[in-house]
């Protein structure tokens, strides 16, 4: 079975200071790994996927995340954050093993201060 | 942008009343889902379609039914509604391939519902 965790409810950060989103895996075959933003009364938007490749991967609105397989994570970076950036954050895998369809962590809560 | 539409966006009904939301993609992909999600929770998939006359339940148990007539149109319906319905219905679709894709979900605007 794969599963999806985001150990952090919500994430603080001062506007232009660096951003991150934690995301871990689990699948028995090799992930395929997304990260989605939701803002309010909004549906999900894709900002980036990691399929196979470059380990650093990078997505819309300057957002990159880097894939570690030896963590099974997939972590999103920012490096200066901005006041719109707030929003809920979900991260998803699909494994090849189990290719039918999505999984989506619980969702991860950023709110960047002014 | 994905081009994946719902109608309505919001809607507020009585109890016992027969809804549909409708849901439509002109990307021409085979897959289509419905997600529900309450405020600021996690996404809960409670339907899914690998294309024409194809329809799956999902991991969340629902008293709503889809239908797949046409590759472009999922609409997800109750037959009759209650105030434990009351949430938000996301629609998405991908691309299907098979069992191994790392194709993209993109997801529509969502429909609000509130059963009163």
């Known amino acids: 079975a794969q599963s999806v965790a985001q150990p952090e409810d919500q994430v603080n950060v001062a506007e232009g200071n660096p951003l991150t989103v934690k995301c871990t895996y689990s699948v028995s075959g090799n992930p395929y790994l997304f990260w989605y933003v939701q803002y309010p009364n909004r549906g999900l938007q894709f900002l980036l996927k990691?399929?196979?490749?470059?380990?650093l991967v990078k997505g819309s609105y300057g957002f990159e995340a880097e894939f570690n397989k030896s963590q099974t994570s997939f972590h999103l970076k920012k490096p200066s954050a901005l006041v719109s950036d707030s929003a809920l954050y979900f991260c998803?895998?699909?494994?090849?093993?189990?290719?039918?369809?999505?999984?989506f962590g619980p969702g991860t809560r950023l709110s960047v201060l002014p | 942008e994905a081009d994946i539409y719902q109608t309505p966006r919001y809607l507020v009904i009585g109890t016992g009343k027969k809804i549909t939301l409708e849901c439509s993609q002109t990307m021409g992909h085979d897959k289509m889902y419905w997600y529900q999600q309450d405020p600021g929770m996690e996404l809960h998939l409670i339907h899914y379609s690998y294309g024409v006359n194809s329809t799956e339940k999902g991991d969340l148990s629902s008293e709503s039914t889809v239908s797949r007539i046409r590759t472009e149109h999922f609409p997800l319906t109750l037959e009759s509604a209650r105030p434990s319905h009351t949430s938000q219905y996301l629609c998405a679709s991908s691309e299907y391939q098979g069992i191994i894709s790392g194709n993209t979900i993109y997801f529509g605007e969502g429909s609000w519902l509130t059963v009163v």
């Open positions: 998803a895998v699909r494994d090849d093993n189990y290719g039918q369809n999505f999984v």
């Open positions: 990691y399929i196979t490749g470059d380990n």
